[in-house]
């Protein structure tokens, strides 16, 4: 079955700082890749996802990711932090397309001024 | 932009009621789902609709739950007779069809006492 880690429960970066979140999925073949987040009390909103194609994709809020076949990761990054970034984050994937999602266990990110 | 909307963002209900939970997907979107998320767990899908019928289910998607579109704009998520582990909370998603992202609402709490 497939499945999604994200290995780290909860960063703290300082605002201004660099950001990467790490995503890694175990399925034989390239699933479609979304990362969303989740800020407190709220849903979950979609930042950007991978299809195919070129593997550096852009999303919304200055975030990007990239896919990486030989490590089967996915991880999200963002060059400088604002402490608006402060919630959490979710990897998912889907296997063909139009299926359920399945998430990862998601990474509380704080920031700090 | 157009958003999925659930309702009511908050149910308490006694536990061995009957719970409906509210959702208005996205006006073009053709896939609708539900998924939930017990309080500092991952998020877990529990069904998917298509054309009217559910196309998959997961293990905790038992006969206590079922799902409805009732007309044009509604897809709802009915518990039969909640239990204490029902308590969670509960997203709808949509999306238009394949190789498309889900789009998810804000949610609805449910408080089983």
């Known amino acids: 079955a497939q499945s999604v880690t994200q290995p780290d429960i909860h960063i703290t970066v300082s605002e201004g700082a660099s950001l990467e979140l790490r995503c890694n999925y175990s399925y034989g073949a390239t699933p479609y890749l979304f990362w969303y987040v989740q800020s407190p009390g709220q849903g979950l909103q979609l930042l950007l996802k991978?299809?195919?194609?070129?593997?550096l994709v852009q999303g919304i809020k200055g975030f990007e990711a990239e896919f990486k076949r030989s490590q089967s990761s996915f991880n999200l990054r963002k060059p400088s932090v604002h402490w608006s970034d402060a919630a959490e984050y979710f990897c998912?994937?889907?296997?063909?397309?139009?299926?359920?999602?399945?998430f990862g266990t998601g990474t509380r990110l704080t920031i700090i001024p | 932009e157009p958003e999925v909307t659930q309702t009511p963002s908050h149910q308490v209900t006694q536990m061995g009621q009957e719970v409906i939970l509210h959702c208005v997907p996205i006006?073009?979107?053709?896939?609708f789902y539900w998924y939930r998320q017990i309080l500092g767990q991952k998020v877990e899908f529990l069904v998917s609709?298509?054309?009217?019928?559910?196309?998959?289910k997961s293990e905790i998607f038992d006969d206590q739950f079922s799902v409805e579109r009732p007309d044009g704009s509604n897809f709802t998520l009915k518990i039969r007779s909640t239990k204490l582990e029902d308590s969670a909370m509960y997203f709808c998603a949509s999306n238009q069809g394949e190789n498309q992202p889900q789009h998810f609402g804000d949610g609805t709490r449910l408080s089983i006492l």
């Open positions: 609709f298509y054309n009217n019928e559910i196309s998959e």
């Open positions: 998912a994937v889907d296997r063909f397309g139009n299926e359920k999602l399945t």
């Open positions: 991978y299809f195919s194609g070129d593997t």
């Open positions: 006006s073009n979107h053709l896939y």
